[in-house]
């Protein structure tokens, strides 16, 4: 059976770091992809640029790569899906696959405050990435259902690419920041200008 990470987000832009880190997840847990999964239009999130553009983006950021691939899943929703309802869709349209849904440390505490916690904990299986002082090891013990369930969730530590930040992209494109190409593809970079995106 093939096993797949999913891998949610706004990536508003993707950048270098988001495609380096999925790659190390790939060979790092043996997956066969990563997919992608954008968020839709109706994610509540400052500065979200249209869900069209942010498609765009992932697919020339990751068309060099066979073991990536990109999602539309969350896409042209009529409302912002919750976690659940988002795994939902994607376990439902995957099917005979072993899932992993890759999430950030500090996703941790969004599972935590959602009323969906049982189910999110005890169904599913995740890759947590270890971020900054954010200990996935600690939230996990201090919480009874999580802990209940810790077989659920592999820690990745040591990773080489931590700065997966889409707010720092933007703020240096919004400052015409001229080295903003060490953090974007030069295709990802060229498709921005060309659609006159994240300026002032």
């Known amino acids: 059976m093939k096993n797949y990470g999913f891998f949610g987000g706004s990536f508003n832009p993707v950048t270098k770091a988001h495609v380096e880190l999925a790659i190390e997840i790939v060979k790092k847990f043996k997956l066969n992809k990563v997919i992608f999964v954008p968020v839709g239009d109706n994610y509540q999130k ?28 969350e896409l042209n929703q009529n409302k912002n899906l919750t976690t659940l309802e988002a795994f939902q869709k994607i376990e439902k349209h995957y099917e005979k696959i072993n899932k992993y849904y890759i999430i950030g440390a500090d996703n941790l505490y969004k599972m935590v405050a959602s ?84 300026q002032r």
Do not use: C, W
């Open 46 to 73: 400052k500065n979200l640029i249209n869900e069209k553009h942010r498609y765009n983006m992932l697919k020339i950021a990751t068309n060099k790569y066979q073991e990536l691939e990109i999602s539309d899943i």
């Open 115 to 198: 009323e969906d916690l049982e189910t999110l904990a005890s169904t599913y299986t995740y890759i947590v990435i270890q971020r900054g002082v954010i200990d996935a090891k600690e939230i996990i013990k201090s919480n009874p259902i999580l802990k209940e369930n810790e077989k659920n969730f592999y820690i990745m530590e040591n990773i080489k690419h931590n700065d997966t930040s889409s707010t720092h992209v933007r703020n240096k494109i919004e400052n015409g920041n001229k080295d903003i190409d060490l953090n974007l593809q030069k295709e990802v970079l060229a498709y921005i200008e060309k659609n006159k995106l994240y």
